[in-house]
């Protein structure tokens, strides 16, 4: 059985030492997909726009109708501004769905790339390096990490292009409807993102934590299936079984903690969704009233 620390190298406290070498690192290894990414970069600005313009349209043909109460109604009008709104929802819903179906094979290919080569890193490390580390761990480099990176490439490079565009452009265009309400969104705004990265500052440690802690408890698990027949001849279930108690409830307090806080990032952000669209609704009715 493996010998040594449990976990990522016994230290649980271990982070990036150079976040923008690994970054650096990071986008040089995705050079051979660049093709792809781009594609999908562009299809997701380009969502994003169509997403922008059209509540614009919504805007017009409810304004539309609203005159065809009060007199005649101008079907062809109406009839002109639903197909253009019927083409945007469906073009920007394509090309979003384009766009994810993009990104999903940059981060299967690429994740499967990282298993391999780490496949054959594995074939060359001495056998030191195995009494040092446990194999539980080891695996978890190779199944959990992995699979989370491949998870946030899927989910964040795409999706940061796409809210920049929608934040710039959403800007804009309120400052294009109304001064008031753009004013009374940016400044709530700038609140939540406040209180959005004091969140994320008190939870990135209980999210380090969880791999690690999972990490270790994979390693135990491992160690003890392996040598399952060492541990029942020196009577060592008990203690086998007070070690899984005690690293399962660790992975269960960071999961809840990191959870947690995730969870009031979420309901920040929704506070501030609805706050939105009450500042939206008064400021509509001001101009409504002028």
């Not at 230290?11 to 660049?34: I, Q, V, W």
């Not at 008190?202 to 990490?215: A, D, P």
């Not at 903690?257 to 001001?286: D, H, P, T, V």
């Amino acid at each position: 059985m493996p010998r040594g620390p449990m976990g990522r190298g016994g230290n649980p406290s271990d982070k990036a030492k150079d976040f923008k070498g690994a970054m650096k690192r990071l986008f040089s290894e995705l050079k051979p997909f660049k093709i792809l990414i781009c594609i999908a970069l562009v299809l997701s600005i380009l969502g994003s726009i169509m997403s922008i313009i059209a509540p614009n349209q919504l805007s017009n043909l409810t304004d539309t109708i609203s005159e065809g109460l009060m007199g005649p109604m101008n079907m062809d009008a109406i009839k002109k501004i639903a197909l253009i709104l019927a083409s945007l929802y469906i073009l920007s819903a394509l090309f979003t769905f384009i766009e994810s179906i993009c990104m999903t094979d940059v981060a299967n290919k690429f994740a499967k790339s990282l298993r391999s080569r780490i496949s054959i890193k594995i074939n060359k490390l001495p056998l030191r390096y195995f009494d040092k580390n446990s194999i539980g761990d080891t695996l978890s480099r190779v199944t959990n990490d992995v699979d989370t990176i491949a998870q946030s490439m899927n989910q964040s490079i795409a999706t940061l292009v796409s809210s920049i565009t929608l934040f710039l452009g959403t800007i804009l265009m309120m400052f294009v409807t109304n001064w008031i309400m753009a004013l009374t969104a940016i400044f709530s705004s700038l609140i939540g993102f406040v209180l959005m990265f004091v969140i994320l500052g008190k939870s990135q440690k209980y999210f380090v934590s969880r791999q690690e802690e999972l990490g270790n408890l994979n390693g135990h698990i491992e160690e003890v299936y392996s040598g399952l027949n060492v541990v029942k001849v020196y009577n060592g279930k008990k203690h086998a079984d007070e070690k899984f108690d005690d690293l399962n409830k660790k992975v269960y307090e960071a999961n809840r903690k990191s959870q947690f806080l995730s969870g009031l990032m979420r309901a920040n952000n929704e506070f501030y969704r609805k706050l939105w669209i009450c500042c939206s609704m008064y400021s509509r009715s001001i101009t409504y009233n002028e």
